[in-house]
């Protein structure tokens, strides 16, 4: 079965620093993968995803995320953190039976330091 | 602009009652979702529906019941059977549910602001 596994329910960076939200995934067969982020009280937006055309996915506000198969990985980067990416992110991976569900890490909250 | 609507957004529930969170999508899609988040847990999946007049049960199922008469609306019933129904409820939708070797992009899910229910 299908797992998520998003590592440190919160993070902590400065202003400007390098952000690193870990994601690792099990499954048989390379699936499909999300980035999704949550501010507070709303739902959540999609960041980016994963179309198995590049390892190496842009998206949106500077993120970005690399496909790493051999270490089951899809962690998210950012090279320069601001105030405004303190917010909870979430990896989603597809479940790969019949119904093609996603289903959702547990989530980390980054904390952004001025 | 084409999205999702939840409403209402904040909604107070006395213990015993019923409670319906509506969701409306004029997206065109097909599939739409219903999901639970409580703190540090993550989304868990309530229902889900891939065509009108037809739903499954996710993996939280127990204490809610849906419908799907419109293919732009999937209203959620939090019944007074639901032990701990206080939370915030997030309704999605998708161009599909896929087939297999399909676009990534009937995966993609797109989300509503969500509802948090109290109950007092």
């Known amino acids: 079965a299908q797992s998520v596994t998003q590592l440190g329910s919160h993070v902590s960076v400065s202003e400007g620093a390098l952000v690193l939200l870990r994601c690792n995934y099990s499954?048989?067969?390379?699936?499909?993968l999300f980035w999704y982020v949550q501010y507070p009280n709303q739902g959540l937006q999609l960041l980016l995803k994963?179309?198995?055309?590049?390892?190496l996915v842009k998206g949106i506000n500077g993120f970005e995320a690399e496909f790493k198969k051999s270490e089951t990985s899809f962690h998210l980067t950012k090279p320069s953190a601001h105030m405004s990416d303190a917010a909870e992110y979430f990896c989603?991976?597809?479940?790969?039976?019949?119904?093609?569900?996603?289903?959702f890490g547990s989530g980390t909250r980054l904390l952004v330091r001025p | 602009d084409g999205g999702i609507t939840q409403s209402p957004k904040y909604l107070f529930r006395k213990e015993g009652q019923n409670v319906t969170l509506s969701c409306e999508q004029n997206?065109?899609?097909?599939?739409m979702y219903w999901y639970r988040q409580d703190p540090g847990q993550g989304l868990r999946l309530i229902y889900y529906?891939?065509?009108?007049?037809?739903?499954q049960k996710g993996d939280i199922a127990e204490g809610y019941s849906v419908s799907r008469e419109k293919k732009e609306s999937f209203p959620l019933t939090v019944t007074s059977a639901q032990k701990n129904p206080t939370a915030f409820y997030l309704c999605?939708?998708?161009?599909?549910?896929?087939?297999?070797?399909?676009?990534?992009?009937?995966?993609?899910?797109?989300f509503g602001p969500g509802t948090r229910l109290t109950v007092l």
């Open positions: 999605a939708s998708s161009i599909g549910t896929i087939v297999a070797g399909g676009p990534v992009d009937y995966n993609e899910q797109f």
């Open positions: 997206l065109n899609h097909d599939a």
């Open positions: 989603a991976v597809t479940r790969m039976d019949s119904s093609y569900k996603l289903i």
């Open positions: 499954s048989s067969v390379p699936p499909y």
């Open positions: 529906s891939q065509i009108v007049n037809d739903f």
């Open positions: 994963y179309t198995s055309a590049a390892t």
